[in-house]
């Protein structure tokens, strides 16, 4: 059982907006900053979100996140076929004194 | 561009210890700024960071708490490189393992390509 809570699925079809929430408490999410990576089948994950909302170069804007309390999101507009992969948020725990994952979501288009 | 390339066998037996080392092109192990992990994923355990070696004008380690007592993670300044080591492996270490570079609140990036480590006799 993952420390964040994601959920498990997300869909949407070509053009949609989605959104994928991440749920911590005051020892992690509550605390630190959030971020986000996507997993296309086969690759490693890849940093698409850091600091809740800002984006490295090379991501495109319709990636998006937001954090308000002990939960963050991430939104995806104008949804790709492309876009299709498992999402995971993660963030500093002082509990655990490490980082900590999400269990994942995965997202049809 | 940062790119990292890892090696490492891919059987480990019980009760061995696993080994594998990240080597590092267009960043130093040595840098004040970023920190070097190791982080593994398995289908029972998700993505689960396991610890990091870090310059600070003297190098220090964190270790997740769930296999402190069985890692290490070393630096290696001649070779740019680092390294994991995690002994008395059982089955429950078969996972896909992936170094990583972090730093400044940037997050995992880059990763390198991940390494399927399966324990089994």
Redesign the interface.
């Known amino acids: 059982q993952?420390v964040l809570t994601q959920p498990p699925s997300a869909s949407g079809t070509p053009g949609q907006r989605v959104t994928i929430s991440c749920s911590g408490n005051s020892s992690n999410t509550g605390r630190y900053?959030v971020?986000w990576?996507q997993q296309l089948p086969g690759t490693?994950?890849?940093?698409l979100?850091?600091?809740n909302n800002q984006r490295?170069s090379g991501v495109p804007d319709r990636f998006s996140g937001s954090k308000s309390g002990t939960s963050a999101s991430l939104t995806i507009s104008g949804l790709r076929s492309e876009d299709e992969a498992d999402y995971?948020c993660?963030a500093w725990d002082d509990s655990?004194?490490?980082?900590?994952?999400g269990?994942?979501t995965k997202l049809t288009v | 561009q940062v790119q990292l390339h890892q090696s490492g066998p891919g059987l480990v037996k019980p009760s061995q210890t696993l080994s594998l080392t990240c080597a590092i092109s267009g960043d130093s192990v040595s840098s004040n700024s970023v920190d070097w992990?190791w982080i593994r994923q398995s289908p029972s355990r998700?993505?689960?960071?396991l610890?990091r070696t870090y310059y600070r004008s003297k190098w220090y380690d964190?270790?997740?708490?769930s296999v402190k007592s069985r890692i290490t993670i070393n630096p290696d300044t001649s070779k740019n490189q680092f390294s994991l080591l995690l002994n008395s492996v059982t089955p429950e270490d078969t996972a896909v393992y992936?170094c990583a570079r972090s730093g400044s609140?940037?997050?995992?990036?880059?990763?390198?390509?991940?390494t399927l480590v399966t324990v089994s006799s």
């Not at chain 2, 997050?107 to 390509?113: A, E, H, K, R, V």
Request: aromatic share 24%; hydrophobic share 35%.
């Open positions: 993952s900053n971020f990576y490693a994950p890849k940093l979100i850091y600091r490295p995971y993660a655990l004194s490490g980082v900590v994952f269990g994942g | 992990n998700g993505l689960e960071w610890g964190d270790y997740a708490l992936y609140d940037k997050g995992f990036d880059p990763w390198g390509q991940g």
